[in-house]
Structures are given as structure tokens and as C-alpha cells.
């Protein structure tokens, strides 16, 4: 035996270690074995069943093998029924397949895992989802705006397109799609691909292409009695009828953000950009389908003040959309990057006295939830979410911190230089996932080493690597806020009455800000007082919901109770919400009420909310 012979089972060992280690690196939140095979193309056949809350249909995934020697896909699942699973050869005849579906891991779901005998371009699953779908909610008639026709809507990020399609969901794969929906008449089917806003509804019959490659947690549906206005050159939103009017004159500024995104970061590369205002359950604020945001109806209060969540979700046709971090523990290249780029906007658009109002309240938010992490979360580059649910990474840090650092590295280099770094990001791995190793490299060449001397590599590592805020995080300011800082004092110490406040006229950001600065309590006559000037409960907007009920009871204020109840009930945006619930459960009394409470939203809740506030009620009874 010659002496090559004699090392190779040893290369092969090393070799197949390796790619466990590379597999279990890549994305450990999926089943995928990207190395041997991905998919390229999705085409969907769905019909949506209202009566019994399923989605049956088949799925045709095109398939790019990788691994020369692989015969094996594996895709995810979670409670899907698989009826057949055919694989289509080179001429598009179909045969049957073995396959079977693994155990099923609480946060994974199971592996559909399919033998092929040979290599082939395609295979097709027919199956049915679960009626209780983790990324779908099916709302009755008498839950939605109209009362009369029954809505459904999907929400795929993190790991829930596994749950309505089954696929390789890893945001490190990326495919094209097309999809047939059958939907009862008159429902409209949007998805987060070419919608025509005057698509007829009398057919029951949508078409959809969606000809980017995207990864899998931008997978999107929507149903239901839903009506289109136009908004702009390229955009639109749809909501329901009640509704649609007001959410256009709210979003009627759409136009003019992408113009300034494109402005800074090169063109709008998806062609139209419409909303669809979902009704109040949706658990999120917004969601970034391409071609179609997804948003909750809180930040539609009149005034146009929360409309930096349009920047938000825009801005990730950008950072996400465009360039997508290939796992969950790189979600700051997602988010961050789109905090920050949604900042600029907001200043682009309402000017630098909003950006920065913004900008105080997200720091001063960070730093509070900051306080509450183990230091392994407070890093923007988080170890594999192995054994991990992704959802759970989802914090201000990869949010704020991402954004702070991208401030910093803006203050650094100025301007005109970070700028043209950030769009030569975007160019530079548009459609492509990356994880944060790629734009450290990136970094270091494209800036770095081209502006020697403007920050040193300890400095960089401490936003990275380390927990907490770096020395050189410099806070937001606010010359604005510094004035309801001192009507803030000024009435705490007896100087200025209620009446005076709500007569500055402030805006939302302000009303928040004040509310911030609080003490821990009020005693019951000051809550009395504020709620008489500032009418506060009951009131429409979330944002000072969620700081103004949880001071009524830190404070035993019970007074607020039948709206706190309304409040709860009627929203299901979990970062709205979950603060009330959480301080309605640090005392027996309230955890009380709040499990009354619950038993009256909880059919109204999204799975995902539904989950946050089982969880918080679990964590509180074990405590009492
Ligand atoms: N992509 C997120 C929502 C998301 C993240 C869902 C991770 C599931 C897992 C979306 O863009 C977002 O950040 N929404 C925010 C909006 C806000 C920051 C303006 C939200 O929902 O609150
Ligand atoms: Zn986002």
C-alpha cells in the first residue's frame, strides 16, 4: 500500500468532520444540509380552507445538488401531514418517493427526509398544515374590522415558514417562487411577491412570481377582505375597507422615503412597495415581505408619528431583503444595519429633531433591557443559536447596539465616507447571505484600512465582542426632550400643573419621553391628575400605552384597570403588551386579574403572543 493510500481514510474522517462542523455552523435553527443539495425555486399550488384553519396544497421545490455522491434532501417541517412526496426527473415525469418524517423537536419540527435513487431536478410534496400553525393565524368573521368574511395571515420569520410550506428554512438558502392561491370568493390573496392592487376578487384564483431569490422567512400570505388604495407611483396599501383610507393618508409619505433610501443607498431594487395593515392581532409592528410590509393598525394614530416603522421595514428592502445574514445569531446584520438605515430616513424625511427623539428613546429602551440579559446576549455577534429558539435572540441589542455601532463608525469616518462604504455593502453582496465574519472582512478593507488611524481594532471589538455598551457609544441628544425634562421636574416638584403640560401640545415621542423620566410610583392623586389632563387611559395610541399602564400598576393605581383590560384584549402586538402583562404579574393580586384577563384575549392572540404571555404567566406562578 502506498503511502496516499494509507492517509485517506484518515482525509476522509477529517473531511467529514468538517462538514458536520460546517453544517452545524451554518444554521444550526435547520435541518438543511446546504452543502449537499439546495433549493433554487419554489412553486406553490395552496388552497386555503377556512372551515377547518388549513392551507392544503403542494409544493415543487427545484433542487441544485451540491454533493455529487448526495441522495438524500431534507427538508423542514412543523406539524405538517405529508400526503405524497413524487420526485420529477429531467422531463418532468413523475414517480414516487420514500420518504419519512423524523421525530419532531420542539423548536425545529421535523425533518421530511426524501431517498433519491438518482440525482433529479425536482421533487413534489402535497400536503396539509396543522389548523394550529405556529407562522398562521385564522381569524372568524366577527374578529376582523368588517365582521363578515373570515381573515388569515402568515408570519414566517423566524422559523415559522416551516410550519405552511415545507422547505429548507435557513435564511442562508435563497430560491425564487411562484404560487397558484385558491381562496373562497370574494377574499383577496396578497403574498409578499407581484400583487396588482386591481387584481379581480371574483375568481377566487391569484398568481403570484416572485423572480428575486429570497430566503425562506420572507415567505408571506395574506386573506381576506381586503382592499387596495394607491399611495404613490409605486406603492399602495391594502387593508381592510374600514380601514383603508386611513391607513393611506397615515403611510401617504412612502413614496418620499424611498426616494431618500435610494438616495443614499442606490435604487429600490423590487419593484413596487405596498403595506398591508393587518387587523390588531398581528404580534409584530411590521414585517419586511418584500413587496408587501406587513403591518400592525397601532401605528396608525393620525398624526403620523410612528411612521419611522414604514423607514423600518422599508429599509430592509435593503439590509435583510438584499442582504440577508445567513443565520440567526447574525440577526444584527439584519436588524441593526436597519435600525440604523431607518434613522437616516426618519431625519431624511421629518428631519433630525424626530431622528434624534427617536434615536434617545431606543437607547434609553436598550439599556433597560440590556440590564435584564446575560452577558453572552448582549453581543452582536452571538455564539449558534444551537438548541436555541431564534426568536429568543431577538432583543434590542441586535436592534439598537447594531445601529449605535453603525453611528460610531458614521461619526468616525464622517459622513460622506460611511455612506459610500454602506451602499458599496449593499452592491457589493446584494441577493447573497452573509453572516458577520464577512463584514468584519469587509469592514476592515473597505474602511478601515482606507482611513487609517479613525478607530483602532480594540474599539471595534468592543461593539462586537463584548457585552454592555463600549466607552465610545456616545448618547443621542434631544434639545426637545431637554424641555419635557424640565416640565417633568417642574411638575414633580409642584411647580407647573397637568393642565400646563397637555397644553405644550407634545407629540408622541414627547408624551413617551415624559412618561419615561417617571419615578418607579405616582401616588393616585398625580395619576388622577395626568390621566385628567392627558387622558391617557384608553388611549388609541400604543406607544404611551405601553409606558402608562405599567406605572398605574407599579403604582396599585386600579383605576385603570376595565382599560388595561380593553388594552390587552384588543391588541396582540407583543412589544406593546408584554410590559403590562409583566408588571400585572409581579404581585399575587394582579397575576389574578391577569390570568382573567387572559382568558378573554387568548382567542384572540396570534401563536406567538399567545407563547410570550403562557411564558411569562409560567415564570410569575413559579415565583409566587
Ligand atoms: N423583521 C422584524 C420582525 C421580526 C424579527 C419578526 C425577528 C420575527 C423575528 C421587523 O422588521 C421588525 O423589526 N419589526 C419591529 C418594527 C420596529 C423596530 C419599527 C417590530 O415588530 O416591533
Ligand atoms: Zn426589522
Redesign the pocket.
Known amino acids: 500500500m502506498s503511502p496516499i493510500h494509507a492517509l485517506l481514510p484518515a482525509l476522509a474522517l477529517i473531511a467529514s468532520t468538517a462538514a458536520v462542523t460546517a453544517q452545524a455552523a451554518s444554521d444550526p435553527n435547520s435541518y438543511a444540509e446546504t452543502d449537499k443539495v439546495r433549493v433554487t425555486n419554489l412553486a406553490l399550488d395552496l388552497h386555503v380552507t377556512f372551515r377547518t384553519h388549513q392551507i392544503v396544497g403542494k409544493a415543487e421545490l427545484s433542487l441544485d445538488w451540491r454533493d455529487k455522491n448526495a441522495r438524500e434532501l431534507k427538508l423542514d417541517t412543523r406539524g405538517l401531514s405529508i400526503a405524497t412526496v413524487e420526485i420529477v426527473d429531467a422531463a418532468g415525469k413523475t414517480s414516487p418517493a420514500v420518504f419519512s418524517l423524523g421525530t419532531a423537536d420542539k423548536i425545529l419540527g421535523a425533518p421530511l427526509i426524501v431517498k433519491f435513487d438518482q440525482q433529479a431536478p425536482k421533487v413534489r410534496v402535497s400536503y396539509a398544515t396543522h389548523p394550529e400553525a405556529s407562522g398562521l393565524q385564522w381569524l372568524s368573521e366577527t374578529q376582523t374590522a368588517g365582521k363578515k368574511h373570515p381573515f388569515l395571515f402568515s ?1 414566517s ?2 422559523i415559522h415558514a416551516r410550519s405552511w410550506v415545507p422547505l429548507q428554512d435557513t435564511p442562508a438558502v435563497r430560491f425564487t417562487y411562484s404560487a397558484d392561491v385558491h381562496v373562497p370568493k370574494p377574499l383577496r390573496a396578497v403574498m409578499s411577491a407581484n400583487n396588482h392592487p386591481d387584481a379581480s376578487v371574483e375568481t377566487g384564483e391569484f398568481h403570484f412570481e416572485m423572480d428575486k431569490p429570497i430566503p425562506s ?1 420572507l415567505l408571506a400570505l395574506a386573506v381576506g377582505d381586503i382592499a387596495a388604495k394607491s399611495t404613490g407611483p409605486r406603492t399602495a396599501v391594502y387593508a381592510e375597507h374600514a380601514m383603508v383610507d386611513k391607513a393611506a393618508k397615515e403611510f401617504e409619505d412612502t413614496e418620499k422615503m424611498i426616494v431618500a433610501t435610494e438616495k443614499l443607498y442606490g435604487s429600490y431594487r423590487w419593484g413596487r412597495y405596498d403595506i398591508l395593515v393587518l387587523p390588531p392581532s398581528f ?6 415581505n418584500p413587496r408587501m410590509t406587513f403591518a ?1 393598525p397601532t401605528v396608525i394614530v393620525g398624526d403620523k408619528s410612528l411612521t ?2 414604514v ?3 422599508l429599509a ?1 428592502s435593503w439590509s ?1 431583503n438584499l442582504v440577508t445574514n445567513s443565520s440567526w445569531k447574525d ?1 444584527w446584520l ?2 441593526g444595519f ?2 440604523y438605515v ?1 434613522n437616516r430616513i426618519v431625519e431624511a424625511v421629518y428631519g433630525r429633531e424626530q431622528s434624534d427623539m427617536e434615536d434617545v428613546i431606543s437607547q434609553f429602551g436598550l439599556k433597560q433591557e440590556m440590564a435584564e440579559l446575560k452577558p453572552e446576549d448582549q453581543l452582536l455577534m452571538l455564539a449558534p443559536l444551537v438548541g436555541r429558539d ?2 429568543e435572540a ?1 432583543t434590542d441589542v441586535a ?1 439598537i447596539k447594531g445601529a449605535w455601532f453603525l453611528t460610531f463608525l458614521e461619526k468616525r469616518f464622517g459622513r460622506p465616507a460611511f455612506d459610500a462604504f454602506l451602499r458599496g455593502w449593499f452592491d457589493a453582496h446584494a441577493f447573497q447571505s452573509v453572516d458577520s465574519d464577512v463584514f468584519v472582512a469587509y469592514l476592515q478593507k473597505h474602511l478601515i484600512d482606507k482611513h487609517p488611524g479613525k478607530v483602532k481594532p480594540a474599539e471595534i471589538d468592543a461593539w462586537l465582542k463584548q457585552p454592555g455598551l463600549p466607552e465610545t457609544a456616545e448618547p443621542a441628544k434631544s434639545a426637545r426632550f431637554d424641555k419635557v425634562n424640565a416640565a417633568r421636574t417642574d411638575w414633580l416638584g409642584g411647580k407647573r400643573d397637568a393642565a400646563s403640560l397637555a397644553a405644550a401640545k407634545w407629540g408622541t415621542q414627547e408624551t413617551v419621553r415624559f412618561l419615561e423620566g417617571l419615578p418607579e410610583k405616582l401616588d393616585a392623586k398625580q395619576l388622577d391628575e395626568l390621566d385628567a389632563a392627558l387622558h391617557f387611559n384608553g388611549t388609541a395610541n400604543g406607544e404611551i400605552a405601553q409606558r402608562w399602564y405599567p406605572l398605574t400598576v407599579r403604582s396599585g393605581y386600579a383605576k385603570a384597570r376595565p382599560s388595561i383590560e380593553q388594552f390587552l384584549i384588543g391588541i396582540g ?3 406593546l403588551i408584554m410590559p403590562t402583562w409583566e408588571a400585572l404579574m409581579t404581585t399575587p393580586d394582579g397575576l389574578t386579574f391577569a390570568e382573567g384577563v387572559f382568558a378573554k384575549a387568548r382567542p384572540g392572540y396570534h401563536p ?1 403572543t399567545t407563547g410570550s404571555v403562557q411564558a411569562a404567566l409560567d415564570k410569575a406562578r413559579k415565583k409566587n
Not at 404580534?283 to 419586511?288: A, I, K, Q, S, Y
Open positions: 408570519q420569520q423566524a422567512y404580534p409584530f409592528g411590521g414585517m419586511e400592525t419611522s416603522l423607514a423600518h421595514e430592509h435583510g440577526i439584519n436588524e436597519t435600525s431607518e431564534p426568536d431577538l436592534y402586538r407583543r412589544k406567538i
